[in-house]
């Protein structure tokens, strides 16, 4: 869920950004600093990753204040933080400057966010914090659902960039899913049309990433649980390497 440097982007190819929150999920299970997902980023860098992503959320439930500012020191890769609509966290993010900034839906009984931003229906909400943000120099991201008033409200309220999320199309099978894929194809294209780089994540696996991959309007993808479960069999670098063969070999 992130907005990464234009400048990253290779020809041709996709920007790949990995998502860090469940290396802290791990480490807060037990308490102390182990794994430290410190020790996550500087690897994702070091295997070619475009970027960093991390979810500061309201209970904390895995990044914590403290890791954004070490994250950024540890790495030159751009960090991503995710966050929700509220003056805390809008707080937050104007004290540490990150290169962006994902505007997410976010609700304290859910496991994983469960869906997109409804930009069109809190866009009164949303303007104050896009404009503090976007005046900060952060590059804002917003986090919604494939759906054409979505892309609407991102044009209205002048955000640069738009993470479709992928989450319907990853849970999906048969025709559904191939219905899924048309849709975030379509907005994909509609976003571009309208000066808004796409950007998608959520859900994304091997076995499903490809066909996202190969959407040629997106910029980037952002994935991370699944890379992190994948990395207690095989490691981090293994993990993320093969997911960047998956995407380059889509393109």
């Not at 295997?47 to 904390?60: C, K, N, P, S, Y």
């Not at 995710?82 to 809008?90: F, H, P, V």
């Not at 796409?198 to 952002?222: C, K, M, W």
Request: overall charge negative; proline content about 5%; charged content about 25%.
């Amino acid at each position: 869920m992130s907005a990464l440097a234009p400048g990253r982007l290779r020809p041709n190819s996709l920007r790949l950004g990995v998502n860090i929150d469940h290396v802290a999920t791990i480490r807060n299970a037990r308490g102390g600093d182990h794994p430290d997902p410190v020790r996550a980023a500087e690897i994702v860098a070091s295997v070619g990753g475009d970027g960093i992503t991390a979810h500061l959320r309201e209970d904390r439930r895995h990044i914590r204040d403290e890791d954004l500012a070490r994250i950024q020191a540890a790495t030159s890769l751009p960090l991503n933080l995710e966050m929700a609509a509220t003056d805390e966290m809008l707080a937050i993010a104007l004290k540490h400057r990150p290169h962006a900034a994902c505007i997410v839906p976010e609700r304290r009984e859910e496991r994983t966010t469960e869906g997109g931003l409804d930009a069109a229906g809190q866009h009164n909400r949303l303007a104050p914090i896009v404009a503090r943000l976007s005046d900060a120099g952060i590059r804002v991201s917003l986090f919604i659902a494939p759906e054409a008033r979505q892309i609407e409200a991102a044009m209205k309220l002048g955000a640069p960039v738009v993470e479709l999320h992928t989450g319907e199309y990853a849970h999906a099978t048969g025709e559904a899913r191939a219905v899924e894929l048309k849709r975030i194809a379509d907005m994909a294209a509609l976003a571009a049309r309208n000066g808004i780089e796409p950007h998608a994540g959520h859900g994304l696996t091997y076995d499903n990433v490809q066909a996202i991959a190969a959407i040629p309007q997106l910029a980037e993808l952002n994935i991370g649980h699944y890379l992190i479960g994948e990395a207690i069999f095989t490691g981090l670098e293994a993990a993320v390497r093969r997911m960047r063969e998956l995407m380059d070999e889509a393109r």
